[in-house]
C-alpha cells in the first residue's frame, strides 16, 4: 500500500504507508514545535492535499529553525525530516529562501544535497 502526497491532482510523492505516516507525525511534531501550520492536509482515501505556498514557508521555518539552533542532538533529529520536506516543496514548484540565506552553513548545504538525493528517489 501507498499513500499520495499531492497538488490537485498533481502527484509529488507516493511513499509506502508506514513511510507517509512518519512524514505526517513529524510534520505535525514540528508544526506544534514552530507554531506554524505545516500545509498538509488530512490523509483521507490515501491522499494528502499539500497547499505548496504553505507547505514552503512551513518548510522555510523548519529549515531556518535548524540552521539556528546549536543542539547537536536536535538538529540530528531533524536533519532527515527538514531534507525530505525541502525535497517535496521543490517537487511543488515552492520556493525555499532559509536554504540560500543559509547557505553558508555546511549542514544547511548538506540538507539541499539530501533534499536532491531523496526527490531523485521518491516514486511519484
Not at 500545509?39 to 505556498?53: A, I, N, R, T, W
Not at 543542539?71 to 532527515?80: D, E, Q, W, Y
Not at 538525493?117 to 511519484?124: D, G, K, L, Q, S
Request: glycine share 8%; proline share 6%.
Amino acid at each position: 500500500m501507498s499513500q499520495y502526497f499531492q497538488n490537485g491532482d498533481d502527484v509529488l510523492w507516493n511513499p509506502a504507508t508506514r513511510v507517509a505516516g512518519l512524514f505526517m507525525d513529524m510534520a505535525a511534531a514540528h508544526a506544534r514545535l514552530l507554531g506554524t501550520p505545516s500545509g498538509l492536509g488530512p490523509m483521507e482515501s490515501d491522499e494528502c492535499q499539500v497547499d505548496v505556498p504553505a507547505f514552503a514557508a512551513f518548510t522555510d521555518a523548519v529549515i531556518r529553525d535548524y540552521a539556528r539552533s546549536h543542539h547537536l542532538i536536535k538538529r540530528s533529529m531533524t536533519a532527515g525530516f527538514a531534507a525530505t520536506a525541502l525535497a517535496v516543496a521543490r517537487l511543488g514548484g515552492g520556493t525555499v529562501p532559509a536554504t540560500e540565506e543559509f547557505a553558508d552553513d555546511p549542514a544547511v548545504r548538506r540538507l539541499a544535497e539530501m533534499a536532491s538525493e531523496n526527490a531523485a528517489a521518491m516514486p511519484r
